[in-house]
């Protein structure tokens, strides 16, 4: 995945506690960025404010991460997000970091969003205010 294929980045710094003994940043941490990216993307196109008043919304059902590169302390990095395909309930996530001006990627992840109602506790239809802000953002889908 590169750049040219996202809208939507999140920039975050690399923090001193995010390193591991080793010094580079702890495969964990990166799995966080991508969570920042998430709740980004959710917030800025979808328009989705998360509190305990949500009550319905995504959760993530699917997590895989392909790691490329190392990334030390200091840096900043930018986390790409976009949504590639919907269906009634889920979508297709894809997401990368990348680090702050570079087009080489650390880490890029697929994974599976599921549309979930909170006070039901089970998966529902994707409202069509959010997929059609999905449509509208990302173009392709």
Not at 106 to 122: A, H, M, N, P, R
């Amino acid at each position: 995945m590169g750049r040219l294929q996202f809208r939507h980045f999140f920039e975050m710094a690399v923090r001193w506690g995010d390193l591991d003994a080793l010094g580079h940043v702890n495969n964990v941490q990166l799995m966080r960025y991508l969570e920042s990216g998430r709740v980004a993307y959710c917030e800025d196109v979808l328009a989705i404010a998360f509190g305990k008043q949500l009550k319905a919304g995504w959760i993530l059902a699917d997590l895989q991460a392909t790691f490329s590169n190392q990334l030390h302390y200091p840096a900043r990095v930018e986390v790409a997000t976009r949504i590639t395909s919907m269906g009634n309930s889920s979508a297709n996530i894809d997401a990368a970091i990348f680090p702050k001006d570079s087009k080489k990627d650390l880490l890029t992840s697929k994974g599976i969003f599921v549309w979930f109602d909170y006070e039901k506790q089970k998966s529902a239809r994707i409202p069509e205010k959010v997929r059609h802000a999905i449509m509208e953002y990302e173009k392709t889908v």
